[in-house]
């Protein structure tokens, strides 16, 4: 079933994951053509547990591993790395006189070696503007001591990397979230960084992440949302790895989206989709992040292909690794997913590989 019947089927009125009348009694069942992974988030630093199996390993790596870390994601047809900060923890990757750099990392200037290997290699980069300090709810968002720093370390960023052309765009990292509606803070906050974008480089794209994906309504109201949303791309968090739905229940929630965003053309609709499982308390930041098994991923891949123009990840570092990576981090399993995506990769889109 190509969008287009889809969409005459929908259009007898909007359909969300509370709707007691599903759209197929298994939509996996009616549509299973997955597309390919388009590209991942990548981190240089992280300072909770999740991150336990490749933290250390990515402040070890060296400017040529950084280097290696991206050629390795464009050897098999991803396009686009998403930076997930450019500080945390209150300790910058770069040089600002905002905050001290962070003294654990061997490479002087990751983020330098990053867009540089994208650069040679083709990645586009989207980086990050936010989580120099503590995270910033809703309520404090917007206050003023939040946004100078923010707005600071843009034009920063632009400054000493906007030279790339690998550097394709800004991701606004403070992850908005539907309730099923966008709470008006981080319309402020997504609107706010996107002016400012567009002031400092107007060629830039600009791309954010919601959570609480499950909520999805199409209605007036949220279309009016999407309308009043300066963002390019959103890219909805699938939250399988977090519990929150099913793959057949990410299927109604992306074909929800999906109604919506046709709307509203001009905001692209892309999957998060979740690549990880728990290795303790699903869902908490005291529990390190582990391959999900490769079955459950391929069902995700087929639950929001029909919907989105591109899948990206949550994520490649750590959870998938090349065996015999120059650039080896994550957990011992990550290779086995790897090998297992690779063949897939093969034999149903040939063309990704380099």
Not at 138 to 156: F, H, I, K, S, Y
Request: aromatic share 12%.
């Amino acid at each position: 079933m190509n969008r287009r019947n889809l969409l005459k089927l929908l259009s007898v009125g909007a359909i969300s994951l509370r709707d007691p009348m599903p759209l197929f009694a298994n939509p996996l069942e009616e549509i299973s053509k997955s597309k390919p992974i388009d590209g991942s988030w990548i981190s240089i630093l992280w300072d909770d547990r999740r991150h336990f199996y490749w933290n250390e390993a990515c402040a070890k790596f060296t400017a040529d591993q950084w280097d290696y870390a991206v050629k390795e994601v464009a050897e098999i047809g991803m396009q686009y790395l998403v930076l997930l900060g450019i500080a945390k923890g209150g300790k910058a990757f770069y040089d600002t006189p905002l905050l001290p750099k962070a003294k654990e990392l061997v490479c002087e200037n990751p983020i330098e070696a990053l867009l540089s290997a994208a650069d040679k290699y083709g990645v586009k980069f989207f980086l990050s503007c936010d989580w120099y300090g503590p995270w910033h709810e809703a309520d404090t968002l917007n206050q003023p001591e939040a946004v100078r720093p923010r707005l600071q370390m843009m034009g920063e960023i632009a400054d000493q990397y906007g030279h790339h052309k690998s550097f394709y765009g800004w991701y606004w990292a403070n992850e908005a979230y539907l309730t099923p509606y966008f709470v008006p803070a981080f319309v402020e906050y997504i609107n706010t960084c996107s002016r400012e974008a567009r002031q400092l480089m107007p060629q830039a794209t600009t791309l954010t992440a919601p959570y609480h994906t499950f909520k999805a309504v199409c209605d007036d109201r949220f279309i009016r949302q999407l309308e009043g949303l300066d963002v390019d791309i959103i890219a909805y968090q699938d939250e399988v790895g977090c519990l929150r739905m099913t793959p057949e229940q990410s299927a109604k929630a992306f074909a929800t989206l999906r109604m919506a965003h046709d709307k509203v053309p001009q905001r692209a609709l892309w999957a998060d989709v979740e690549t990880f499982a728990w290795e303790g308390k699903p869902d908490s930041q005291e529990s390190p992040l582990i391959p999900a098994p490769f079955a459950r991923i391929k069902k995700q891949l087929d639950a929001v292909g029909p919907y989105v123009d591109k899948v990206l990840i949550y994520q490649y570092q750590g959870i998938m690794n090349k065996p015999g990576s120059e650039a080896p981090a994550g957990h011992p399993d990550a290779t086995k997913l790897y090998l297992k995506y690779i063949r897939w990769l093969r034999e149903n889109h040939p063309q990704m590989l380099r």
